[in-house]
């Protein structure tokens, strides 16, 4: 039978018993790849994601990736934000681990398989040349949302499949905040044509040369956070009101302002480019405050679907 992906050092309970078998100090667990180990706890095999900081003399900064029981099942324990946390490694390096694929679809949401299903379902196709794209297409198409708790058994079906919830908007707030959102990128381009965003660029410019002078570097500068709750409501009035107060062009500007290689003057370009941005990251908070959902979506593992 054909296989995507070469056998993974972990594939079942009895692999992860000859592996095991081997390990010098179990407290510690056995080095599977640099980034995982392998631990026992009670009869269940867990596999772990060293994190960063991780210290060999205990069990600090690791994260249970899966978990392998005596009965065949496998089972992934962490929560989406755990796991989020995690992808940039297991995305590219998983299944090279253990028999499970995954990849992101959408903000802290993924889609897992197990490798041997897949495996099974493209060989059962009769046009054994297009194996390949058979195999990703299949898990496009039977691949399951992650949620914590996901389990698979011996023959790599998912058993307890959860779906994410749509949730529901309000039509007319929804045509409110889009207006409003309108508004707002207007505004600030207004501005930018008659040379106003200039202005505000020369002085944050000129505040951050004090700032270097005094001997302080771009790390120490504390730019704007549009999540604290000071500036969040300096954003959102000024949404609300389109009205843009100096203090809030300001704080704009500063935080619209490259400073990967030192202070820099932000261009007109550079401050428009940063609406979509902050707009990006703070698009569903502003929603929600705007009323704009009825009930909020949810991911699979029960978590507000940002998007």
Not at 159 to 175: F, L, M, P, S, Y
Not at 230 to 258: G, I
Request: include cysteine.
């Amino acid at each position: 039978m054909s296989s995507y992906f070469s056998k993974p050092l972990l594939e079942d309970y009895a692999d992860c018993e000859r592996m095991f078998s081997t390990c010098r100090t179990p407290a510690r667990g056995k080095p599977i790849r640099t980034w995982c180990r392998l631990y026992k706890e009670d009869d269940v095999y867990v596999l772990k994601y060293m994190m960063w900081g991780w210290s060999d003399g205990g069990n600090q900064n690791v994260m249970p990736i899966a978990e392998f029981h005596p009965d065949g099942r496998i089972v992934l324990p962490s929560d989406s934000t755990n796991w989020q946390g995690m992808h940039a490694s297991l995305a590219m390096a998983l299944h090279n681990a253990i028999p499970i694929v995954t990849e992101r679809m959408g903000k802290g949401r993924y889609r897992i398989a197990h490798t041997k299903y897949l495996d099974k379902i493209a060989n059962e196709k009769p046009d054994k040349e297009y194996f390949y794209s058979v195999w990703w297409q299949s898990f496009k198409e039977i691949g399951t949302e992650y949620f914590a708790g996901m389990t698979f058994n011996k023959e790599g079906i998912c058993t307890n499949v959860q779906h994410a919830v749509t949730g529901e908007i309000d039509a007319e707030k929804r045509r409110v905040w889009l207006r409003m959102l309108r508004r707002f990128k207007r505004g600030l381009k207004a501005r930018a044509k008659v040379g106003a965003l200039q202005q505000h660029a020369k002085r944050i410019y000129d505040k951050h040369a004090e700032m270097e002078r005094k001997g302080q570097n771009r790390w120490q500068w504390q730019l704007p956070n549009w999540r604290s709750k000071t500036y969040y409501s300096m954003l959102k009035q000024a949404m609300e009101t389109n009205e843009f107060t100096p203090e809030f062009l300001d704080a704009f500007v500063e935080s619209a302002t490259p400073n990967t290689y030192g202070n820099q003057l932000a261009t007109d370009a550079h401050i428009l480019q940063h609406v979509d941005t902050v707009m990006s990251d703070m698009s569903y908070d502003l929603r929600k405050d705007f009323g704009v959902f009825i009930q909020e979506p949810l991911t699979a593992d029960g978590k507000v679907m940002q998007r």
